[in-house]
Structures are given as structure tokens and as C-alpha cells.
């Protein structure tokens, strides 16, 4: 079993910042594989972006440039560093990590970017 806490959400207002923080325990021993999803409300949950096994990064086309997904191995956390925040960019974030088959999930943190 894999667990996943979340935290660093809150309120901000039109091209501020966040930081998300994921903290991992239990059967994971690396960051690799780590990743960020959103779901705002009415759409579809979508992948933001994500540390893959081999260690680089993906990014979805609309935060490339203003996120960036980082790690923490001696502490099995990753973090989404959010600047320039859009009022599009409101959502549930979400920990992501798959093994095999089977998808962990945080129980996500709430991002509202206020114009």
C-alpha cells in the first residue's frame, strides 16, 4: 500500500504563487513515478505533471513554464511549485502514483486562483 498527503493549497490571487507539497509512505522507495493531476469542476481529471521512473519531467502544454514538479528522495516527497497563477488553473490537485495497475491517490488539496 502506498499513502499520499497533500498539502499547501489555499487561496491566491490573478499570477500568484504556491507550492504544493506530497508526502509518500509505505510501500514506495522512490520519487520516480510521483506525479500532480487536477479536476476543477465539471471536467475531466488531468495530468499537470509528473516525475516519470526514469527521473525526467512531463508537463501538461498549459502550465509548462510556470510549474515545476520537484523531489525529495531522503524524505519520499515531491513538490509543484505554481507561479503565475490563472484563474483556469482553479482545482482540486491531486497525488498520483501508479504501480502496475493500481493508482494512489491523495485526497487532494484545493487551489482557487481569485481575479
Known amino acids: 500500500q502506498v499513502q499520499l498527503v497533500e498539502s499547501g493549497g489555499g487561496l491566491v490571487q490573478v499570477g500568484g504563487s504556491l507550492r504544493l507539497s506530497c508526502a509518500a509512505s509505505g510501500s514506495i522507495f522512490s520519487i520516480n513515478g510521483l506525479g500532480w493531476y487536477r479536476q476543477a469542476p465539471g471536467k475531466q481529471r488531468e495530468l499537470v505533471a509528473r516525475?516519470?521512473?526514469?527521473?525526467?519531467?512531463n508537463y501538461a502544454d498549459s502550465v509548462k513554464g510556470r510549474f515545476t514538479i520537484s523531489g525529495d528522495s531522503a524524505k519520499n516527497t515531491v513538490y509543484l511549485q505554481m507561479n503565475n497563477l490563472e484563474p483556469e488553473d482553479t482545482a482540486v490537485y491531486y497525488c498520483n502514483y501508479f504501480r502496475g495497475l493500481t493508482a494512489y491517490w491523495g485526497q487532494g488539496t484545493q487551489v482557487t486562483v481569485s481575479s
Open positions: 516525475i516519470t521512473s526514469g527521473g525526467s519531467t
